[in-house]
T-cell receptor, first 111, second 115 residues
Framework: ELKVEQNPLFLSMQEGKNYTIYCNYSTTSDRLYWYRQDPGKSLESLFVLLSNGAVKQEGRLMASLDTKARLSTLHITAAVHDLSATYFCAVDSFDGQNFVFGPGTRLSVLP | DAGVIQSPRHEVTEMGQEVTLRCKPISGHDYLFWYRQTMMRGLELLIYFNNNVPIDDSGMPEDRFSAKMPNASFSTLKIQPSEPRDSAVYFC?????????????FGSGTRLTVV
């Protein structure tokens, strides 16, 4: 059974600082997705990582995938308040075409 | 495309009543997923369909829950009878076999409160 873990689950950081969120998963998969959810809102797709070594960047966020380590990272550079949200990683189970989501990391960026 | 459309956005109902949640997937998408989100359990997959056929309903909590997809553009999730522990946000998402590069597209969700 595919399990997806994230850490930390809660992250409070100051504006301007850098930090990394980690996503570990338990079985082989080459596809990993990052989503953002604002309070009371739906999930918005951020990044799609489709192969080992894939790196995607959008603004202050950069995501990478290491399939051998079964690890993805979401790096935040010079955080701003607008990045406050919950971030989920999801892994393609390859077993019926459905994703397994991690528990989410709730990020608060303080002024 | 208007994206994945869910209705209603909010539903408040009394315990024991029947509740029906609705979803219209993105045109051309052949996969449809129903998720439930709570603080305690996070995002849980309830059921998903491929080409209108239920593929995996192992996440449906109990017989009180049922889901249908009568055609490619419409799905329902029904709870009968509803209980307070069913209170959650229910998301519908859709995807396409040809577009796994993009992952799922989620609807806005239905916030269900059972009192």
């Amino acid at each position: 059974e595919l399990k997806v873990e994230q850490n930390p689950l809660f992250l409070s950081m100051q504006e301007g600082k850098n930090y990394t969120i980690y996503c570990n998963y338990s079985t082989t998969s080459d596809r990993l997705y990052w989503y953002r959810q604002d309070p009371g809102k739906s999930l918005e797709s951020l990044f799609v990582l489709l192969s080992n070594g894939a790196v995607k960047q959008e603004g202050r966020l950069m995501a990478s995938l290491d399939t051998k380590a079964r690890l993805s990272t979401l790096h935040i550079t010079a955080a701003v308040h607008d990045l406050s949200a919950t971030y989920f990683c999801a892994v393609d189970s390859f077993d019926g075409q459905n994703f397994v989501f991690g528990p989410g990391t709730r990020l608060s960026v303080l002024p | 495309d208007a994206g994945v459309i869910q209705s209603p956005r909010h539903e408040v109902t009394e315990m024991g009543q029947e509740v029906t949640l609705r979803c219209k997937p993105i045109s051309g998408h052949d996969y449809l997923f129903w998720y439930r989100q709570t603080m305690m359990r996070g995002l849980e997959l309830l059921i998903y369909f491929n080409n209108n056929v239920p593929i995996d309903d192992s996440g449906m909590p109990e017989d009180r829950f049922s889901a249908k997809m009568p055609n490619a553009s419409f799905s329902t999730l029904k709870i009968q009878p509803s209980e307070p522990r069913d209170s959650a946000v229910y998301f519908c998402a859709s995807s396409s076999t040809d577009s796994w590069n993009y992952g799922y597209t989620f609807g806005s969700g239905t916030r269900l409160t059972v009192v």
